[in-house]
């Protein structure tokens, strides 16, 4: 069990801002875990997540900080993908879906654009997109939701990076495809041995997959642990509520599920 990626007492406050977004966090990234993030909406995640990957805005004052096992930070589209919660987001609208998804394997693959053509048509097969080759051709809009997800994990992972981080990628998406797109993260994260840093603020949805579950709130870690215990044995009060508040999981065939 080696550690990817030491957070060490890390506060972060954006520009402008009085009261920091994170307050002192300690927390190991494992290499090869999937760790879920969980907590409720302007605890922090997406703060963590853009400090891990280093794409904080400008003006953002931070303290403590990482450690890479690498010696120095993920290049994000490099070593790092990442998926947002809105795959417009990450999407532009006016490239085609090909291009999208072949750029990141083009600029750090050092592919040709023929290679990485195909590359693309590869990760749109993988990714599950109906007839990848015409989607190839195809602009974002004339794709559904779901599919644009697909195709923002696609072009995230194009690069082959060792680390993707899912900010809420499939909070957007219907109860269906949610399950959909996490199934299929979760195959291409086992495949890869890629290590997942899995953003949500259901906790139900990450039960199923995670190793590790870190729960923040107000900007503070409140609780980590591996998943399966969290859930069987919550230590903290607002872990408790969270679990209690999810009909779901206090039944015990999941947590059963879970734990083994
Ligand atoms: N660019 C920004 N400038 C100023 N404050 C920000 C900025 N981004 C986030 N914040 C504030 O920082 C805090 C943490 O926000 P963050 O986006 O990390 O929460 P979150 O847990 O990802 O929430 P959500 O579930 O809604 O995505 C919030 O109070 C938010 O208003
Ligand atoms: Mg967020």
């Known amino acids: ?26 927390l190991d990234v494992i290499a ?20 891990v990957a280093g794409l904080l805005p400008s003006g953002s004052v931070t303290s403590g900080g990482m450690r890479w096992s690498s010696g120095h930070p993920l290049q994000p589209g490099r070593d790092l993908g990442f998926v947002f919660q809105d795959p ?42 109906p007839e990848p080759d015409k989607a190839l051709k195809a ?3 004339q794709l ?8 923002a994990i696609a072009a995230a992972l194009a690069a082959k990076p060792g680390f993707l981080i899912a900010d809420e990628a499939t909070s ?18 086992r495949e890869a041995g890629m290590t997942l840093l899995f953003i949500t ?9 995670a190793d590790r579950v870190a729960i923040f709130k107000d900007g503070r ?21 969270l679990i209690a508040n999810h009909r779901d999981l206090s039944t015990p065939p999941l947590v059963r599920e879970v734990a083994s």
């Open 139 to 141: 602009f974002p809009h």
């Open 32 to 51: 090869g875990e999937r760790l879920a993030i969980i907590g409720e909406s302007g605890s922090g995640k997406s703060t963590l997540a853009r400090a």
């Open 88 to 129: 417009s987001a990450s999407l532009n609208p006016v490239l085609t879906i090909g291009e999208q998804v072949a750029e990141g394997a083009r600029r750090h693959l050092g592919l040709s654009w023929n290679r990485a053509y195909s590359r693309a048509l590869d990760m749109l097969e993988r990714v599950h997109i």
């Open 1 to 26: 069990m080696s550690v990817l990626c030491e957070i060490r007492n890390l506060s972060v406050t954006y520009r402008g801002q009085k009261i920091p977004a994170l307050k002192g966090i300690d």
């Open 221 to 241: 870690l409140v609780e980590s642990g591996p998943m399966g215990a969290v859930l069987a044995t919550p230590q903290e009060a607002y872990t408790k509520a």
């Open 201 to 209: 603020h259901d906790i139900a949805l990450a039960s199923g997959f």
């Open 172 to 189: 957007a998406l219907d109860m269906v495809v949610q399950a959909e797109i996490v199934s299929l993260l979760d195959e291409l994260v």
């Open 144 to 151: 559904s939701g779901g599919q644009r997800q697909r195709v």
